[in-house]
């Protein structure tokens, strides 16, 4: 995975300000997406390692 390692914070980031810019009007729900996290961004790196033409037919 050494071409996406320069993407690792990416996500982390976009989580971060996702909190930042909803977490006050919606607070409950930001803190349900923020701590699960790693399961809702798994799915992602499944297809990075498994290569991205898995598709729906």
Known sequence: MVASDHRQGSPG????????????????????????????LAFYRWRAVNGASTRIR
């Open 13 to 40: 980031r976009a989580v971060d300000e996702f909190a930042h810019e909803f977490g006050a009007r919606w607070p409950k729900g930001v803190a349900r997406i923020v701590d699960d996290i790693e399961p809702l």
